[in-house]
Nanobody, 128 residues
Framework: VQLVESGGGLAQTGGSLRLSCAAS????????IGWFRQAPGKEREFVAT???????????SVKGRFTISRDNSRDNAKNTAYLQMDSLKPEDTAAYYCAAIYSSHIATIQLSSKQDYWGQGTLVTVSS
């Protein structure tokens, strides 16, 4: 599975950004695809995830502001995940990473240490 993120950039407080994660691979639709972020000097943390069945889970810090979705193309080997980020806050500033895990266990899919594949990351900066 390969993951390529795009869509990061600079936003003002209260603004919006949408991140994309282009996932490819023969079995990519069997994976949960999620987003994690890492701010300078902090550990990587869970943001949101979407299971292969379409269930979604969010960190409390982004619930109600961020929305994760998946766009299943006709090509079974491709899948795009989006992270719509609204009402952005300066504390949302971080490098955002797309990740994929071959699991549907609710607790496991939210652990960065358990992810099977990672994208290269995209930087989001929110100015106050």
């Amino acid at each position: 599975v390969q993951l390529v993120e795009s869509g990061g950039g600079l936003a003002q407080t209260g603004g919006s950004l949408r991140l994309s994660c282009a996932a490819s691979g023969r079995t990519v639709r069997s994976y949960a695809i999620g987003w994690f972020r890492q701010a300078p000097g902090k550990e990587r943390e869970f943001v949101a995830t979407s299971t292969r069945s379409g269930d979604t889970y969010y960190a409390d810090s982004v619930k109600g502001r961020f929305t994760i979705s998946r766009d299943n193309s006709r090509d079974n080997a491709k899948n795009t995940a989006y992270l719509q980020m609204d009402s952005l806050k300066p504390e949302d500033t971080a490098a955002y990473y797309c990740a994929a895990i071959y699991s549907s266990h609710i607790a496991t899919i939210q652990l960065s240490s358990k992810q099977d594949y990672w994208g290269q990351g995209t930087l989001v900066t929110v100015s106050s």
